[in-house]
């Protein structure tokens, strides 16, 4: 008498079926159709789901005009007191 436990994981896979087995046109359209039946159980998939968000800047457009004089204001003055 053999013990199960004895016997290693892939030689019991492969116990019953020593070799693998084709699959038919019909068992292949039945695969499909409980594949579709179990997908649209689950719901749709998160990329066919999923939403462009609108990005915003994380501060105003009047901060950043702020910004952009306080950097190159100093440029834009120095050129005109020397045209003027």
Known sequence: MVLISSIPFCQLQTANFPFPQAQTPQQRKANERYAR??????GKPESAVKHKQKWDPPISK???GVLIFVLCGGIIFELLRLFF
Do not use: D, F
């Open 37 to 42: 039946q179990e997908a649209a159980k689950r």
């Open 62 to 64: 009047l901060w950043i």
